[in-house]
């Protein structure tokens, strides 16, 4: 992606990012940003609440990610994400076998569903966050069972919410309204320039490890 938006950091503190995901650190490296990578353990990103919904999942995750890698440091800024998909009232996360990943893309056929990013901006130093949800709403083809089974066979839906990439060039996924491409890749850069350039107007005092995430949902 080109023309990807940066803003300058709030504070003097080293940014972090708190992702494993390739797609995050090359959104991240294409806008110019300077980050070192140190991903949440994985029980960060573990439980459904029950009547949790997709944007609620994501915000509680970017903010239990960031917790974990936030206290490994007395100074940094910690970006942590957290993106899924969600149509007919489901929330779809990674697939965990070809099988899932099947059944989740002949769910998304032929339908417009909606892609959440949650996003958490943490300062060590200053103990303040910002927690933030993006939506990007997505039109699929009806997905023929030779296209289906092609896709399938290059692993490309390994690790991606809905089992599908934006980025992997598919022309049978189609963005509605003009939302975030980098959104639905793992990371709104656009909303993330917004929150950086807004840090001290927007970012909540952590009391006990916690914050009420006021999310907002573009």
Not at 202 to 210: H, P
Request: hydrophobic share 40%.
């Amino acid at each position: 992606m080109n023309n990807l938006p940066k803003a300058a950091l709030p504070t003097d503190e080293p940014l972090v990012l708190a992702s494993g995901s390739p797609r995050r650190a090359q959104l991240m490296r294409a806008a110019g940003y300077d980050f070192t990578v140190d991903p949440a353990g994985d029980e960060a990103e573990c439980g459904v609440c029950s009547r949790e919904t997709a944007p609620e999942l994501v915000a509680r995750y970017a903010y239990r990610k960031a917790l974990d890698v936030v206290t490994r440091y007395d100074s940094a800024i910690v970006l942590a994400a957290d993106t899924v998909a969600s149509c007919k009232g489901y929330i779809l996360g990674k697939p965990k076998d070809e099988a899932h990943a099947e059944s989740m893309l002949r769910m998304l056929s032929g339908t417009r569903h909606d892609v959440y990013t949650g996003v958490c901006l943490w300062s060590a130093k200053s103990q303040r966050c910002i927690v933030d949800v993006s939506r990007t709403q997505l039109e699929m083809q009806t997905l023929t069972d030779q296209m289906l089974a092609d896709y399938l066979e290059t692993m490309l839906w390994e690790g991606k919410a809905g089992s599908f990439g934006y980025q992997d060039g598919n022309d049978w996924i189609s963005i509605v309204g003009g939302g975030s491409e980098s959104n639905v890749v793992g990371l709104p850069m656009e909303r993330l320039a917004e929150l950086l350039e807004n840090f001290d107007a927007l970012a909540e005092t952590v009391n006990n490890g916690s914050v009420d995430p006021g999310w907002v949902i573009d």
